[in-house]
């Protein structure tokens, strides 16, 4: 299948700061991206969707201005937490689909990050 | 509203069979998928579905029925590695890949 890398794969952080996680397509371009965040023992929940060079789309109850989502390049989109409480900590993945795959696995998760704000 | 109900946990021995129910009520539809996730790791393809019947894949098989809102997960021959969460996810109706996710089934195997 398709690489997603994702970086950081964990970070710790103090309460108050900003973090930004990457989402890179390796191996194809993906002009679509998705953010999903996920607590212990707890399904994906989808944050929003990132479309390269436009805005990104919020899931109803998702911060905007919280979650920052840039998607600059086919192959790069990042999500910065700002102002990170301790509330925020949870596991963050992404997933980017790859639209030219004739196979019906269009779409590839990257490993995600652990995030803990203490 | 957007409503994917999956067993909560599931527990069996190894070398047996399981099957894992997912039922869905969403505004739109557009293919069922089901992924496998371990603890911490990103989740895994293992199947899809957009027409009625059963798709099988090895010790994986897959069904769906679009009127009853329903699906499941069998697996055959079951392994001590396949102990993993199960998620059921829902595409949007839209071409966008946008799935929604249900609750997940954490599935335990025993010796």
């Known amino acids: 299948g398709a690489v997603v890398s994702q970086h950081p794969s964990w970070v710790i952080c103090k309460s108050g700061t900003s973090v930004k996680i990457e989402c890179r397509s390796l191996?194809?371009?993906?002009?679509?991206m998705f953010w999903y965040r996920q607590f212990p023992k707890q399904s994906l929940m989808l944050m929003a969707t990132?479309?390269?060079?436009?805005?990104?789309?919020?899931e109803q109850g998702v911060e905007k201005d919280k979650f920052l989502i840039n998607h600059a390049s086919l192959t790069l989109s990042t999500l910065t937490v700002t102002s990170a409480h301790p509330e925020d900590s949870s596991f963050y993945i992404c997933?980017?689909?790859?639209?030219?795959?004739?196979?019906?696995?269009?779409?590839?998760f990257g490993s995600g990050t652990q995030l803990s704000v203490l | 509203g957007q409503n994917i109900d999956q067993p909560t946990e599931m527990t069996a021995t190894e070398g047996a069979i399981v099957q894992i129910n997912c039922t869905y009520q969403?505004?739109?539809?557009?293919?069922l998928f089901w992924y496998q996730q371990h603890a911490g790791e990103a989740p895994t393809f293992l199947s899809y579905?957009?027409?009625?019947g059963l798709e099988e894949k090895g010790r994986f098989s897959s069904f769906l029925s679009r009127s009853k809102g329903y699906s499941y997960l069998l697996l055959k021959e079951l392994q001590m590695k396949d102990s993993a969460s199960y998620l059921c996810?829902?595409?949007?109706?839209?071409?966008?890949?946008?799935?929604?996710f249900g609750s997940g089934t954490r599935l335990l195997v025993r010796p």
């Open positions: 997933s980017a689909r790859d639209r030219n795959r004739a196979t019906n696995e269009k779409l590839f």
């Open positions: 191996d194809f371009q993906a002009t679509t």
């Open positions: 990132s479309n390269e060079g436009s805005k990104a789309t919020y």
């Open positions: 969403t505004s739109g539809f557009n293919g």
């Open positions: 579905n957009v027409l009625d």
């Open positions: 996810a829902v595409r949007d109706k839209d071409s966008s890949y946008k799935l929604i």
